[in-house]
């Protein structure tokens, strides 16, 4: 079956770094690919998408392309901020009628100033 | 995007108990789920909130253990009976909008003793 597989956390950066969280998924068919964002205590939040091959999902710096030949979704962004201290999960929906999400286990930031 | 409330937003409960959670959505959905996060764990869907009919549980959920409403199209809710320590969790609702983007509410952190 479809599944998500993320890097273990936690990850821990400095201000400023570059960050990369890696996501790489089996599906069959075409699917949806999504990053969320949960921090401390709240629900979660759409970050970015992608829906086909070399999409390149973006949002508050970061950013994630859909690459078919590797099966990958990996989450980046060039200047971490404390503020982006939190748990990042990748997710995908397989299409074809279905709107059910398979989450990856997620992955803790912590970035330090 | 939508506007996704829950209540309680945190309730600690004796085992053997219930505890219902409610979502109201500020606008008419058509699909709606619900999702239980275990502590420090991904995300895991127990059902799909149907309007008018019964809900669609997953694996390993059943209906006598998570009763689910669904009396309109902007408003769920799930009762955890009979709870245990097992119970503690974070209970989500979320939506689908535009395409199939999921938008999740705050979550109702639920500690059972």
């Known amino acids: 079956g479809d599944s998500v597989t993320q890097m273990e956390g936690p990850v821990t950066l400095s201000e400023e770094a570059f960050l990369t969280i890696n996501c790489t998924y089996t599906a069959t068919g075409y699917p949806s690919l999504f990053w969320y964002v949960q921090y401390p205590g709240e629900g979660l939040q759409l970050l970015l998408k992608a829906t086909k091959a070399d999409d390149k999902g973006s949002n508050k710096g970061f950013e994630a392309t859909y690459r078919k030949e590797t099966t990958s979704f990996h989450l980046e962004k060039g200047s971490v901020q404390v503020s982006d201290s939190a748990v990042y999960f990748c997710?995908?929906?397989?299409?074809?009628?279905?709107?059910?999400?398979?989450f990856g286990t997620g992955t803790r930031l912590k970035v330090l100033a | 995007s939508a506007v996704i409330s829950q209540k309680p937003s945190r309730d600690i409960c004796q085992r053997g108990t219930s505890l219902t959670i409610q979502c109201q959505v500020d606008s008419q959905v058509t699909m709606m789920f619900w999702y239980r996060q275990q502590p420090g764990q991904s995300l895991t869907l127990i059902a799909t909130a149907n309007q008018g009919s019964e809900a669609t549980y997953e694996s390993g959920f059943v209906i006598d253990k998570f009763p689910i409403s669904r009396p309109n199209l902007t408003f769920s809710t799930l009762t955890v009976s009979n709870m245990s320590p097992e119970d503690s969790s974070i209970y989500l609702c979320s939506v689908v909008l535009q395409g199939n983007e999921q938008y999740f509410g705050p979550g109702t952190r639920l500690t059972v003793t």
């Open positions: 997710a995908l929906s397989s299409g074809a009628g279905t709107y059910k999400y398979i």
